[in-house]
């Protein structure tokens, strides 16, 4: 959904949205179904399927909406502060059993579907673009070499603790979200990107 409403529809919108989150963190993907959501936002079902349709616009939408919200980039002072923070927000959301859901749903929705795939794409290029300022900052202090790829740091500080989480299903904790954030800045600092 690209337009976006104002008045009664954009708290329509707002409320249905607001639904599939909850009903995401209730529910996980598997559970998720239109008529929960209606039912949870406080909206008939024609409603949701006539501006939505199915569950995976529904998610994407919602993702959309995320992505269009704030998210404050670390500013720790130092690039192995902001890292680590980057790091161990990630961490954090999936050692947390019920935060984990709501990624969890994106990714399984995104398999399915090319409009998820496409609002995620779009929320992870967003969120990259935005990590990345605390890669140009500390080139800027002089804490990284002049030619380091912004978004290729944040790619690689974030890499292993997806690839546990979605690949091998290994545990994730905030001493592997360090460990990662050291790798990365250790590759940059060497001038490998």
């Known amino acids: 959904m690209t337009s976006r409403p104002g008045g009664r529809s954009a708290r329509v919108r707002e409320a249905v949205l ?4 909850a009903e995401l963190v209730h529910r996980g993907y598997l559970g998720l179904t239109v008529e929960n959501v209606a039912d949870r936002a406080g909206v008939h079902k024609t409603t949701v399927y006539r501006r939505w349709g199915t569950v995976d616009v529904l998610i994407a939408d919602a993702l959309d909406h995320t992505r269009e919200t704030d998210w404050p980039v670390p500013d720790t002072g ?3 502060g902001d890292l680590t923070a980057i790091a161990t927000e990630i961490a954090d959301t999936f050692i947390d ?3 984990r859901r709501v990624p969890v749903a994106i990714v399984v929705a995104a398999l399915q579907s090319t ?3 496409e609002a995620k794409q779009a929320f992870y290029a967003a969120r990259h673009a935005e990590a990345a300022k605390v890669v140009t900052r500390a080139v800027e202090r002089g804490e990284l070499p002049p030619r380091t790829d912004p978004l290729e740091l944040v790619r690689l500080t974030c890499a292993p603790l997806y690839y546990r989480i979605f690949i091998s299903g290994e ?3 905030r001493a592997t979200a360090e460990r990662a954030a050291e790798a990365a800045l250790a590759a940059a600092r060497a001038g490998l990107l």
Do not use: G, L, S
């Open 18 to 21: 607001d639904a599939v989150h």
């Open 78 to 80: 130092t690039i192995e």
């Open 97 to 99: 059993p019920e935060r």
């Open 115 to 117: 409009r998820a795939m």
């Open 171 to 173: 545990p994730v904790d």
